[in-house]
Nanobody
Framework: QVQLVESGGGLVQAGGSLRLSCAAS????????MAWFRQGPGKEREFVTS????????YYADFVKGRFTISRDNAKNTVFLQMNSLQPEDTAVYYC???????????????????WGKGTLVTVSL
């Protein structure tokens, strides 16, 4: 079992930045590929970014490349999502997810993930 708790969401103006955190517990964190997904109003949950177990490899959805950065601190069992140049279309609930049985490169959809946090709301205003 893996427990995930996100934090750092909130209201920000367009062009602003936020940093999300996800604290993990319950299993050796360094053995798990991690990812962030998001679900906007009336939309399906979509892949945002993933990171390998060591943190050496990262993958991004095209719509966040150059704006978002995923990172992890295995000593603190935490994964981060730095979001810059936020736009109103980035408004969504952001979910942290864990995939103990797959690689970060293979994560494409929510079906790849085994554990989920409850999400943190990010609202971007004009």
């Amino acid at each position: 079992q893996v427990q995930l708790v996100e934090s750092g969401g909130g209201l920000v103006q367009a062009g602003g930045s936020l940093r999300l955190s996800c604290a993990a517990s319950g299993r050796t964190f360094s053995s798990i590929a991690m990812a962030w997904f998001r679900q906007g109003p009336g939309k399906e949950r979509e892949f945002v970014t993933s990171i390998s177990r060591s943190g050496a490899s990262t993958y991004y959805a095209d719509f966040v490349k150059g704006r978002f950065t995923i990172s992890r601190d295995n000593a603190k069992n935490t994964v981060f999502l730095q979001m810059n140049s936020l736009q109103p279309e980035d408004t969504a609930v952001y979910y942290c997810a864990a995939a103990p049985l797959t690689t970060a490169q293979a994560i494409k959809t929510k079906r790849s993930m085994d554990y989920w946090g409850k999400g943190t709301l990010v609202t971007v205003s004009l």
